[in-house]
């Protein structure tokens, strides 16, 4: 059996066609949404992330503001620029690129974003909304890894859903999203012992740990969507995800392709939740 490939490229397009929609309709009635960028240093992967997110804006009609710093930026500086943020009328969403320069503590950062500008859904009130199943911003991978669930309708209620991944941009939030949808939910991490032991009993596997490979397709259940939010380089180079895609394919019912599957969701989701919270003003 072959795998059903999940195009991430096609459904982020049809999301951004709904957002370029709302965003028209916003800026005809004076309040245009707005969404500023913060990058601190020089991580060339973060650059790349940053600039397919101001393109994103100005392909969707999003007013966007790109702020660039040098990695010796302080943390007080960055503050200083959040607050003002936070106070202008003209800016809906705040994103500051993770990850920060190691003197930068990343955890004030986020806190210091306002809650309703936070399109990232970092926040720790954002963090606890969605846990108590009352999300104001869901986080933008885990949101549109749930889009993609949706746009194969698959039935998660009394799934066994099984998240590789715990961190908070992903696997956390996404652990909770699948939860609230009715999945039975497991959530390893890449120290999991015998991981192929909760894996092979997943109907819906979403790996993310930014390891290659750690999921081979002996560790997959035949029929499983097999969701990759992986994000890395072969020998060769060439961007890869975290599953052994050429023959996890062979035994998942659905699969998604990197590059050309999450990737392009989490920045949808982004131009999306930056819409939300310019229609809430
Ligand atoms: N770094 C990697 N992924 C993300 C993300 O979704 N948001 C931000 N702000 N930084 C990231």
Redesign the pocket.
Known sequence: MTAQIINGTELAQQLLADVARRAAALTARGRQPGLAVILVGEDPASAV?VRNKIKACEDSGIHSVLERYAADLSEAQLLERIAALNADPKIHGI????PLPKHIDAHKVIEAIAPEKDV?GFHISNAGLLMTGQPLFRP??PYGVMKMLESIAYPIRGAHAVVVGASN?VGKPQAMLLLQAGATVTICNSKTRDLGHHTRDADILVVATGKRNIVTADMIKPGAVVIDVGMNRDDAGKLCGDVDFANAKEVAGWITPVPGGVGRM?IAMLMTNTIEAAERT
């Open positions: 992330y994103l500051v690129q993770l990232d933008c991978t941009i989490t």
